[in-house]
Structure formats: C-alpha cells, structure tokens
C-alpha cells in the first residue's frame, strides 16, 4: 500500500536525521513497545475509537521501527515479518485454509493450542 511504503520513508528519514531516532535500538526502544500497547489497552478499556486509533498507531510505529532497525543490520525485514505472520495466519486456521473439521469454539481452542505447541518443536 503506498501510505505504508510513504510511512516507513518518513521512518528511513528519521534514522538518518533526528539525532534520537538514529541511535535507537531494540533494547533502548523495549519500555515504548510496553508504554504503547498498555496505551492501546488502556484505549480498548475506554471503547474510545479514536483513542483507540492513536494507540494503535503507535504501536504499529514501534513494529515499523523496529523493522527499520533490523534492516540496517542485515537481520531482516518488514516484508519478512509479514510473510512470517502470513504463513502463521494459515498455518493456524486449518479450518479455513485447510480441511481440518472444527466445529465448536472449544475445538477451536484446543487445536490453537496444538499448533503453538507444535510451532515451538
């Protein structure tokens, strides 16, 4: 989508120019990631969409920055965390992209629980 690839732009930018950004790392960007998606929550709690919204936002940036950080050093990228959430996506919903027959939310659960299991062999 264009406003992701004229986000991450801004994003590059910023890891070039703003003396702050461009000496971020995963480790010194971990209490933000927190800080957000307690935010988000917090939204969530409210059932305020706009604020819910905003939250999301920034949370969404620190993925992004943290894909941009990856990058530089080589380890990997924002299109590699979406073809890994992708494959987890359809790895996990047998019932719709594959034949498994699920019928009741608790059967659901269970196989949930299998895959992750499964996932961490």
């Avoid at 264009?2 to 120019?17: H, N």
């Avoid at 936002?57 to 894909?67: E, I, P, R, S």
């Avoid at 359809?90 to 499964?118: M, S």
């Amino acid at each position: 989508m264009k406003v992701f690839d004229e986000l991450m732009e801004v994003i590059q930018i910023l890891r070039r120019e703003c003396p702050w950004d461009k000496v971020q790392t995963h480790e010194s960007l971990r209490p933000y990631m927190l800080e957000e998606a307690h935010e988000a929550v917090e939204a969530i709690d409210e059932g305020d969409p706009e604020h819910l919204k905003e939250e999301l936002g920034d949370v969404l940036l620190q993925v992004l920055v943290h894909a941009q950080i990856a990058s530089e050093t080589g380890e990997y990228t924002l299109e590699d965390i979406a073809k890994r959430l992708k494959e987890k996506l359809i790895y996990r919903h047998p019932h719709v992209f594959g034949d498994a027959d699920i019928k009741t939310i608790d059967e659901l659960k269970e196989k949930w629980a299998q895959l992750k299991a499964n996932e961490r062999k």
